[in-house]
DNA sequence: TCGAAATGTCTATTGATATAGACAACTATA
DNA sequence: TATAGTTGTCTATATCAATAGACATTTCGA
């Protein structure tokens, strides 16, 4: 990673997003662990090959994430925040999958609706289409950060009452217990990457052009009976995934 | 997902761009299957909210990408191009993983070098930092279409000649059949999502902006000694990756 | 074959982006 | 307590992005 490179002009994008993005990806590669401190602005401008202001553009964008924090007469430096990781395996549980990469975790159920079930969820759900499904929305934190919004549909004649105990114990784990299931796998999952979209850059506080992680998961009881299927969608720069087999 | 959304205005990134990657979407999720077409002009400034040459910005865009195809008096017709799905597991592969779904692959040997191992190589390896290994760059396509773009390290001492190997087969399985090593499973996997770099859109023939999934994937014989690291970058819109577990 | 509906092209104007230079204000240290 | 090194602020200018309107060109069906 030595001697970053120019930028190149792209067109649609402004320079000092394009420059922000490189800044922050160089951070959280520990590129400027050592001091931890971004280089003064006159020598990233010369780095980037751009003016000064347009390196200030960038880093003011940065400091507004809370990456980094501008000092004057010091320095700007990096305020650290380490990506989570996420283990994708039978076992996938939210909360303990993070384990004790994070000292508390919570889910906001942002809001939840009884509803027919669609096409694409009757056919995770191995359901006919039409049967009532459960829907909730949440987004997930981790030490107060947002790290996935999320929907999620369950068989609704199985788990009566989900909502209110989802609510209290916001753990789906805790509420299948609640409710009888006291086991169940993951299946099957399904990511992808795209652009967050108004919704997810204002639920996740993340700023125009971030990338996310998106999963398609569906889980089963212990006799392979789908019990949940979810769409989730990660904060790319918070998170990743790992898949041991 | 009725009634597309207003764009919200973002600093930073070209209204045409953000409209782009709108339509983009639309497009992959299927919304105008019924008539192959992209609405009019006139529709989309009116739905988005804008100009209508801010609107023709962003499907000149999506042209030069060969997503859509502009017909004047007729319409503009949507070129499709679906998204392959790439299984990962313990047998992993990449041309057996993309199966049916291409008709030809290919990967393509951009460089290679054998070189001492960094310390981030040797702990995926497990073996003593400065230790050689081979190291290939490569450009794998589906259908002339370019999918991912990868580096590879092998340990040099377990496979002499490896590199011509490879450049004739086009094929790890197969590069590691003929050094005597007829079967290998995937040990671990880590996916993560960034922005694509300059060199990525040069190999991968992306648009600037445009969403990568990123794998460090670790390999080993069947006694669990690793065999191979990599790390790849996929272009998120044209792959998908599934875990069955 | 005419006309409605669609894309293509041109001109003009306004605001955001990027460059450039100068200097003020603050921090740490020799 | 100077002073080198850093961030903060201001002015000015050129280019790109977005809007607006008018009209040409092509396609397809009535």
Redesign the pocket.
Known sequence: MAGMKQVQRQ????????IADRIREAISSGAYDETG???????L?LQF?????????A??AL?QEGIVR???????LIERKERLNFPISRRTRFTDGLGDQARETHSLLLGHAEEAASAEVARWLRIEQGTPVIRLETVRDADRRPVARGTSWFPAARFPGLVEIYRQTESVTKTFAALGLSDYVRATTEITAAHADSGDIADLELTPGAVLLITKAMNTDLEGVPVQYSISRFAADRVQFTIEN
Chains 1, 2 share one sequence.
Request: proline share 6%.
């Open positions: 067109t649609g994008v402004a320079l000092w997003r394009q401190m971004v280089p003064p602005e006159t020598v401008a090959g751009v003016n000064r202001h347009t390196v200030r553009s880093l003011a400091a501008a000092v004057q007469g010091r320095g700007t």
